[in-house]
């Protein structure tokens, strides 16, 4: 990659987890809105539920979650109460009318539950909810939290896939970002997962982290392949201590350059690849045979708040403060304060306080750059196909990149629209071109590498 063509895709642009992004939401679609959306899904409808556990026993500095440090488990388990109180209120809305495909377990960290508590909120969410019998649970895993009791709980609700937090295993690197954790103790909870049946496991990795290198990277990778997980994601560090401050702890002196950030996750995707995982979307890695894998090369690859998935239900319920639920009409997000939250949901309440309705331009939009996200590649008859005239506008304006665009972001293939190779690590930029927000926005984001 040219340095100079590097410098003018590198900017700041969102990360398209969703379209359009949340700073776009508005108050506009509140718990009223939220309510009759739930009420509208049909007997037929797959859905999936996020659960989020916004509590730490400790704080890292580079993260950039909604969550808070606790050294008391009394906020937790009031917290809890209030989240019962939410799951009972959203099943006596959807009752009869979905069926749970999926269910995920984010943080902050759900793993600091004890594993009692972990054992009964499996247990609430099976009795409100009718689950598929192959119903998938994931759950982020911080492996210093883990102990066998927590293992053990993890299998009783029936987790299928196993996230564990790695970030770097350089002692160094750790102390800069406050979150030591050796390599042993990543192992032995990865050993202990799949004592339990657990096949599938995914790791994060992160680059551009402070004292990072090339080498340091690289090093991570290898260590980390030695554990043979399913997946992994290869996320490049987000410093953005205006919007975190916890961020503020890491002096910005200790962060590699652009230049640097680009080398340290080209060659840790190499190294990855080159031990037989497939690249999938921007950042993630499967085994061949993964179902990530699979929906990838089947073109049924999708994106949402968690990255890269394979699940297909159109409804996402987010539960818990700052979660954000997804239906055809929409997006809508919780009170991000855990106390207003609270009472928000207390005697049957809906804490939605944002969100947006969905237009028919935004629809066609957000198709486009979810397709480049997962695929780096669109097909102008599925296009005009799926969105008609509001498709056929968006075909003119990416026949225009195709053909006049110098910097060759999209090129014609066939019938296909499709990002060039050497294009690809700067996808998120391309995705910029087609969101009609980005340059009338005031938000501010990470950098695209």
Same mark, same amino acid.
């Given at each position: 990659?040219?340095?100079?063509?590097?410098?003018?895709?590198?900017?700041?642009?969102?990360?398209?987890?969703?379209?359009?992004?949340?700073?776009?939401?508005?108050?506009?679609?509140?718990?009223?809105?939220?309510?009759?959306?739930?009420?509208?899904?049909?007997?037929?409808?797959?859905?999936?539920?996020?659960?989020?556990?916004?509590?730490?026993?400790?704080?890292?500095?580079?993260?950039?979650?909604?969550?808070?440090?606790?050294?008391?488990?009394?906020?937790?388990?009031?917290?809890?109460?209030?989240?019962?109180?939410?799951?009972?209120?959203?099943?006596?809305?959807?009752?009869?009318?979905?069926?749970?495909?999926?269910?995920?377990?984010?943080?902050?960290?759900?793993?600091?539950?004890?594993?009692?508590?972990?054992?009964?909120?499996?247990?609430?969410?099976?009795?409100?909810?009718?689950?598929?019998?192959?119903?998938?649970?994931?759950?982020?895993?911080?492996?210093?939290?883990?102990?066998?009791?927590?293992?053990?709980?993890?299998?009783?609700?029936?987790?299928?896939?196993?996230?564990?937090?790695?970030? %770097?295993?350089?002692?160094?690197?750790?102390? &800069?970002?406050?979150?030591? =954790? $050796?390599? *042993?103790?990543?192992?032995?909870? /990865? #050993?202990?997962?799949?004592?339990?049946?657990?096949?599938?496991?995914?790791?994060?990795?992160?680059?551009?982290?402070?004292?990072?290198?090339?080498?340091?990277?690289?090093?991570?990778?290898?260590?980390?392949?030695?554990?043979?997980?399913?997946?992994?994601?290869?996320?490049?560090?987000?410093?953005?201590?205006?919007?975190?401050?916890?961020?503020?702890?890491? %002096?910005?002196?200790?962060?590699?350059?652009? &230049?640097?950030?680009?080398? =340290? $996750?080209? *060659?840790?995707?190499?190294?990855? /690849? #080159?031990?037989?995982?497939?690249?999938?979307?921007?950042?993630?890695?499967?085994?061949?045979?993964?179902?990530?894998?699979?929906?990838?090369?089947?073109?049924?690859?999708?994106?949402?708040?968690?990255?890269?998935?394979?699940?297909?239900?159109?409804?996402?319920?987010?539960?818990?403060?700052?979660?954000?639920?997804?239906?055809?009409?929409?997006?809508?997000?919780?009170?991000?304060?855990?106390?207003?939250?609270?009472?928000?949901?207390?005697?049957?309440? *809906?804490?939605?306080?944002?969100?947006?309705?969905?237009?028919?331009?935004?629809?066609?939009?957000?198709?486009?750059?979810?397709?480049?996200?997962?695929?780096?590649?669109?097909?102008?008859?599925?296009?005009?196909?799926?969105?008609?005239?509001?498709?056929?506008?968006?075909?003119?304006?990416?026949?225009?990149?195709?053909?006049?665009?110098?910097?060759?972001?999209?090129?014609?293939?066939?019938?296909?629209?499709?990002?060039?190779?050497?294009?690809?690590?700067?996808?998120?930029?391309?995705?910029?071109?087609?969101?009609?927000?980005?340059?009338?926005?005031?938000?501010?984001?990470?950098?695209?590498?």
């Amino acid at each position: 990659m040219r340095p100079e063509l590097a410098a003018r895709l590198g900017e700041n642009v969102p990360r398209y987890t969703s379209y359009p992004t949340a700073p776009h939401f508005h108050a506009g679609v509140d718990a009223a809105v939220y309510r009759g959306w739930l009420e509208a899904l049909e007997s037929g409808d797959e859905i999936s539920l996020y659960l989020h556990i916004p509590y730490c026993d400790r704080l890292c500095w580079f993260c950039a979650c909604h969550t808070k440090q606790t050294r008391h488990y009394e906020p937790v388990s009031a917290y809890l109460r209030t989240l019962r109180t939410e799951i009972a209120t959203i099943a006596s809305l959807v009752s009869g009318k979905g069926r749970v495909r999926a269910v995920h377990f984010g943080g902050g960290s759900p793993t600091m539950l004890k594993p009692e508590d972990m054992v009964a909120l499996g247990t609430v969410l099976r009795d409100s909810f009718d689950f598929l019998p192959d119903a998938k649970i994931s759950v982020e895993i911080e492996p210093n939290d883990m102990d066998e009791a927590r293992l053990d709980a993890l299998a009783e609700i029936g987790m299928t896939r196993a996230s564990l937090g790695v970030q %770097d295993f350089d002692s160094k690197v750790q102390k &800069a970002i406050n979150r030591e =954790q $050796s390599f *042993l103790q990543t192992k032995t909870v /990865v #050993d202990g997962v799949r004592s339990r049946g657990v096949e599938s496991i995914n790791l994060d990795l992160l680059y551009g982290l402070p004292h990072q290198t090339r080498e340091s990277v690289c090093s991570t990778i290898a260590q980390a392949l030695t554990l043979e997980p399913d997946r992994m994601a290869l996320f490049g560090y987000a410093h953005v201590p205006w919007f975190k401050k916890n961020q503020t702890m890491i %002096d910005e002196a200790w962060l590699p350059g652009p &230049a640097e950030r680009f080398a =340290q $996750s080209q *060659l840790a995707a190499r190294a990855i /690849v #080159d031990k037989g995982y497939e690249a999938i979307g921007l950042d993630h890695f499967a085994k061949p045979g993964d179902a990530l894998a699979l929906a990838s090369r089947a073109g049924t690859l999708r994106r949402d708040f968690q990255g890269y998935t394979e699940d297909r239900s159109e409804t996402l319920i987010g539960l818990g403060p700052s979660s954000i639920s997804q239906f055809r009409q929409g997006y809508a997000q919780n009170m991000p304060s855990t106390a207003e939250y609270g009472r928000m949901v207390a005697d049957g309440g *809906l804490a939605g306080v944002r969100g947006i309705v969905l237009s028919d331009d935004d629809r066609v939009r957000g198709w486009i750059i979810e397709r480049l996200m997962c695929d780096f590649a669109f097909s102008a008859i599925d296009l005009v196909e799926r969105f008609g005239s509001a498709g056929q506008r968006l075909l003119l304006q990416s026949s225009s990149m195709a053909l006049n665009d110098p910097l060759r972001l999209l090129e014609l293939d066939g019938e296909s629209f499709v990002v060039p190779a050497e294009r690809r690590p700067f996808v998120r930029s391309i995705a910029a071109k087609f969101d009609k927000y980005f340059e009338s926005g005031t938000a501010r984001h990470s950098v695209a590498i």
